[in-house]
C-alpha cells in the first residue's frame, strides 16, 4: 500500500476525533429591575443587557409563585401584610443568568384581596340540632378528615378547567384554610389550584352545614363548596347526586357579587340540575367573610346565606332519591372552565378563598 494514502489516513482520522468547539454564553449584565405597588399587588419590570427572558420569584412563607417573561415583566398579589423577597433572574439560557434580589413591603386591605378581618359569623348551636363534625382550621395543616384530588382530570374534571391541582395549594395558617390558585406552568397546565375532599373519611345524609368563607375575585376564577354522594365510585355522575352549597364565577357586572345553590341529579338517564343564586347589595364576596348554608332532610335542601334563605328544592319526587342518601365535602378553586369562562387580561392572580370554619349539624 502506498504510504502516503495511509498518512492521509492517519491525519483524516485524526481531524475526525476532534472535539466539537462549545457556544460561547454570554451572560447578561447590568440588571436593573423597577418595582411598583397598588395595594397588595406588586409590579416588577426588569431590564438586562443580553437577556433573552427572565424569572420573576415571589417568596411568600416557605411557598413562591415563578414567573416567566420574555419581556421582564410581573404581576403578583401577596394576600397577607408582611416583607417579602422577590428574585429576579435575566436568562441567557436557563441554567446561565445573573440575578437580583428585592425586598418589599405590602400592606394588605379589604376589597384588593387577602385575608378579611370582619363578616357575618354564625352560632356554635340551633334549637333541635346537634353539632356531630366541625373542622375550624385552627392548626399547622389539614387534619386527617381531608384528602386531596390531585391532576386535571379528564377533560379539566368535566368542564375544560385550566387549572392542576396540587397538594402544595392549600394552607392552613392564621386561623383559616387558604386555597390558592396559581398563574404557573405545572405538568402541561398554565396554573395550579387546590382541592380537598372528605371522601371515604368524612360523610353525612341529612343536617346542617355552615361554611364561614371569603371568596376570590376575577376574570376566570371559579370557588366551590360543594357534595357528592359516597357512591359516585360504583354509579358515576350525576347518579351520585350533587349538592352545590356555594360556587361562584368570577368577574365583570354582580359575578363577583353573586353565588349559586344547585343541586343536579340523573332523570331517567338525563343529566338533570335545579338552583338559584342570591346577590350582595353591593360590594364583594371577597371583601368579608360570609357563611354559606344548606339545610337538608328527607323531603328538601334550603340554600341559605348568613341565615337567610334564598333558595329551596323538593327532593321528595323517587327522581331524585341520590338525595336521600350520604353526601361528602369538596372544597376548591377552579380556574376557567365551562361555568366561569377563562382569566382574561382584568384578572389579577394569585388568588385565594379563605375557609374560616366548617360545621355539620344534625
Known sequence: MNINYLMIIFFAGITSCKKPVAPVIVLPN????????SNATVNVSAQ???ANFYTITFYHGNDSTVVE???GTATHVFTVSGTYTI???AHATYA???????LVQVTVSNGQGGQPSSGYSSPLTYPNYTLVWQDEFNGAALSTDWTYDIGNGSW????????YYTDQNAIVANGVLEITAKQEQFNGQAYTSSRIKTQGLKSWKYGRVDIRAALPYGQGMWPALWMLGD???TVGWPSCG??????MKGGAGANDRTTFGTVHWQDNGTHAQYGGTTTLASGKFTDEFHVFSIVWDHSGIHWLLDNLEFKSVSTTPAELSEFQEKFFLIFNVAVGGNFSGNPDATTVLPQSMYVDYVRVFQ
Open 242 to 247: 350533587e349538592i352545590d352549597i356555594m360556587e
Open 156 to 163: 379539566g374534571w368535566g368542564n375544560n378547567e385550566l387549572q
Open 48 to 50: 438586562a443587557e443580553n
Open 69 to 71: 417573561s420574555q419581556a
Open 87 to 89: 428574585k429576579t433572574k
Open 231 to 233: 357512591n359516585i365510585t
Open 96 to 102: 446561565d443568568y445573573i440575578s437580583k434580589t428585592d
Open 30 to 37: 447590568n440588571l436593573v429591575t423597577t418595582i411598583t405597588f
